[in-house]
């Protein structure tokens, strides 16, 4: 998730990503009027609607099952070694109990197992190949700069935004839709922009903040540091005269290109030592203690005549004196949404209405805030534990309203905490963390985990099918690789005469260089004819890609004398389909201990190829996928035989409600062996 896993890129990459001034002209009182349009209409049609289905599905026959509601709980990340000590020493007892009456495998993640792909592959039982997500990031082929690779926001000439997800093929609920299942999806990543089917989601990873990145936090602080410019987020320098302190919260960039970003005042008041401070924030007054979050604060930012856009948003007060503020990133107000987050529209306000505000941001715990020491461990793990309630409401009550059909979520908080707390602060640099080593706040979190699951089992029923997932398990990142400085070591890369490259590609001399990396996985060549500086000639592709592997199998680290890279593919033989070539030409599976640097991700150069990771990041998957396998628990005996894989999983729910699996789709079907248990 993983960042998840798209964090670890910098904030001015995350803003050249965003939807920029789209937000400016989405209006939530348009927004709002639609949705109560939408619901009278869908009760108005209900009895046509039923009929029109009722036909529509003899077209779309299905076989009899006894399956009457399947259940999806994904658990991003949960690592099957942790799992596995757990429940032998007792501590994970509804899993075991799970593994017991039903079934438990590790599972095949995807190439490269980074929560994008994986989920994608999840949901559409195809390889990437198919789906076109190879990663968090894609590469412009004129201009070598990075983009998202999951979806694009622009405006259109008349300053509306529109949106176009960029993941291919079929999500398995769509066609369970076309058959007449009804589906509530929640949370699941690579599910936005959301697309109509038979059913109801809340999308989840890539879905931007108000400020049209993947998550950008402010602090407001009295004393900064002098080197306080951070990734992920902005240190706002602030003033008090006496006891008082006003500022602006930077919010949605302005509708008129060049014009200041919309701002909302913020006014502070010092209670007197201990007695922490008063806050207004626009039009909401909340007295906050030291260490102790606010409940989610509405926020408005006036857009122009009848234009207003909403977000919420919460905060820690950080430090009394000297005065610290932490404001999370801006999350679309759910009730109010700037851009669309469910489907249909009006999901995520009567999710709002039901359960309160909650967190809408795809990556909506802070790890940049606790990498960069805005907030302290307990910070973090307060906001990732809230979040992780928000969700869990959600989703009981989802189970108790979708009483038969698929009901799916996905909880990231595993992912979240395992990247923040795997670790060890007291291995000496370059000691590889032993990911399987006991660890009080990551052991905690998986018992948690347990008493879901254990909570779910409780809704489910003898003609129910639970299937307890993860789309890969985690290993240490205890030293970072910089490809692109090897590549230049090596001759396959060269910079303009007299500079260095710096972020995202620049300053590279693409007559003279052959390969260049970027993200988490890559490799790509400069072919020609491809690139729009290409200087590979496609006849030389297969000898370079070979030259590269056999270099890069035999390249070891001076400082801990270990190998780094533990298998590279070439995407001609992982990758099949119409998207095969949109990705990168050799994925790199590296050794447990080891990922692209945090330079690397962003296409930037080192001195050295290997560097320490000493930021509170100490965890990752962006390994090779066999290294990291993730979990699968049902609470029916399935054939598991030919081993089980995330691909698996789409083809196999299909089969669960006798729905026929489509020719493209490249995962198995893993057929029950046994009723189901209660």
Not at 517 to 536: C, D, M, Q
Request: proline share 6%.
């Amino acid at each position: 998730m993983a960042t998840p896993d798209l964090p670890l890129l910098a904030t001015d990459i995350v803003a050249y990503i965003g939807p920029g001034a789209g937000f400016t002209f989405v209006g939530s009182v348009l927004v709002l009027l639609s949705a109560l349009v939408l619901v009278f209409v869908s009760i108005a049609t209900w009895p046509f609607r039923l009929v029109l289905g009722a036909i529509f599905r003899r077209k779309h026959k299905r076989r009899k099952t006894d399956v009457r509601r399947v259940i999806i709980l994904g658990l991003d990340g949960m690592d099957p070694r942790r799992v596995e000590r757990l429940m032998r020493e007792g501590r994970l007892p509804h899993m075991a109990q799970l593994a017991e009456s039903g079934c438990y495998s590790r599972i095949e993640s995807s190439c490269p197992p980074i929560s994008p792909a994986a989920w994608s592959s999840f949901m559409t039982g195809t390889n990437p190949g198919k789906h076109n997500i190879f990663d968090f990031l894609n590469r412009n082929l004129q201009s070598y700069l990075p983009e998202l690779s999951s979806s694009v926001i622009r405006t259109d000439s008349k300053g509306r935004a529109v949106m176009k997800l960029l993941r291919k093929s079929v999500p398995f609920w769509n066609i369970l839709g076309e058959h007449g299942v009804f589906s509530t999806v929640l949370r699941v990543p690579i599910t936005f922009p959301p697309e109509k089917f038979n059913g109801v989601l809340l999308s989840g990873m890539c879905v931007p903040d108000l400020r049209g990145s993947q998550g950008t936090f402010t602090c407001f602080a009295e004393t900064p540091r002098a080197e306080e410019i951070f990734e992920g987020g902005e240190v706002v320098p602030v003033k008090f005269e006496g006891d008082v302190m006003h500022a602006v919260l930077t919010g949605p960039p302005a509708a008129k290109a060049g014009a200041p970003a919309l701002t909302v005042p913020l006014f502070v008041r010092r209670k007197g030592k201990g007695g922490g401070v008063e806050v207004r924030l626009g039009k909401q007054r909340v007295i906050l203690k030291k260490g102790t979050y606010s409940e989610w604060l509405r926020v408005s930012f006036r857009a122009g005549m009848f234009r207003t856009i909403h977000g919420i948003c919460r905060l820690l007060l950080v430090g009394e004196s000297p005065f610290r503020l932490y404001v999370t990133p801006l999350n679309i107000d759910p009730e109010k949404p700037a851009l669309p987050v469910s489907h249909p529209d009006y999901y995520s306000i009567y999710l709002a209405k039901l359960h309160g505000p909650y967190a809408t941001l795809g990556l909506a715990e802070d790890t940049w805030a606790h990498t960069e020491g805005i907030i302290d461990d307990k910070g973090f793990l307060d906001q990732a534990y809230d979040i992780h309630e928000e969700r869990e409401r959600m989703f009981l009550g989802a189970l108790r309203t979708t009483r038969t059909g698929l009901c799916a979520c996905v909880f990231d908080t595993p992912d979240r905490m395992q990247h923040m707390f795997m670790r060890s602060r007291d291995a000496a640099p370059g000691t590889p963390t032993d990911p399987t080593a006991p660890n009080a706040i990551l052991d905690d979190m998986y018992e948690r985990m347990d008493a879901l699951v254990g909570r779910t089992a409780k809704q489910t029923g003898k003609r129910d099918v639970l299937l307890v997932l993860s789309d890969h398990g985690f290993s240490s990142f205890d030293r970072g690789v910089n490809l692109n400085t090897w590549f230049e070591q090596q001759g396959f890369l060269k910079t303009v005469e007299g500079g260095s490259a710096g972020r995202y590609l620049q300053g590279i001399d693409w007559s003279a260089t052959s390969a260049y990396s970027f993200g988490l996985a890559g490799i790509y060549l400069n072919l020609k004819g491809r690139e729009s500086k290409g200087s590979v000639e496609p006849a030389e592709e297969a000898r370079i890609k070979a030259e590269i592997t056999q270099r890069l199998m035999s390249l070891v680290d001076p400082v801990t004398g270990r190998r780094p890279v533990h298998a590279v593919h070439d995407a001609s033989v992982v990758y099949k389909g119409p998207y095969a070539r949109s990705g990168p030409d050799l994925v790199v599976g590296f050794a447990e201990g080891y990922r692209f640097s945090w330079k690397a991700a962003i296409g930037e150069l080192e001195k050295e190829v290997f560097s320490d990771n000493t930021r509170s990041w100490g965890g990752d998957h962006c390994v090779d996928r066999s290294l990291v396998p993730g979990i699968f628990l049902c609470n029916r005996k399935l054939d598991l035989s030919a081993g089980v894989g995330l691909v698996d999983m789409a083809p196999t729910v299909l089969d669960l409600f006798g729905v026929p699996v489509p020719a493209h789709m490249d995962g198995k079907v893993c057929r029950t062996t046994n009723q189901p248990t209660s």
